[in-house]
């Protein structure tokens, strides 16, 4: 005998939907906050700020570099790491466009 769709969903009470979802909320709340907060105080070798909507290290006329706020320690240290090595061994400073 083979079972329809409505047979297989549960009959799960809104309430405890919302709860779970406020839960969620609170957790990411949470989370986020303490990785803004707790992350500041590493030494990398340059100021650090860590951002939300950010893909990939930026480096800012090379006093500060912006990371993604989920990455870790560890992908910001090697990231730093490479970034400094990259730049040292470069031939030629690139030039900087006058601002117009």
């Not at 919302?18 to 709340?29: E, G, S, T």
């Amino acid at each position: 005998m083979l079972a329809t769709f409505t047979d297989l969903f549960v009959d799960i009470p809104t309430p405890v939907y919302l709860a779970a979802l406020a839960a969620l909320a609170v957790w990411m709340l949470v989370y986020a906050v303490y990785r803004m907060t707790m992350t500041r105080i590493k030494d990398f070798g340059m100021p650090i700020r860590r951002r939300i909507f950010c893909r990939r290290m930026r480096v800012v006329d090379d006093e500060r570099a912006e990371v993604p706020f989920w990455w870790t320690d560890l992908q910001v240290q090697r990231a730093v790491k490479t970034y400094w090595r990259d730049v040292l061994r470069s031939p030629f400073v690139p030039q900087r466009h006058p601002a117009r």
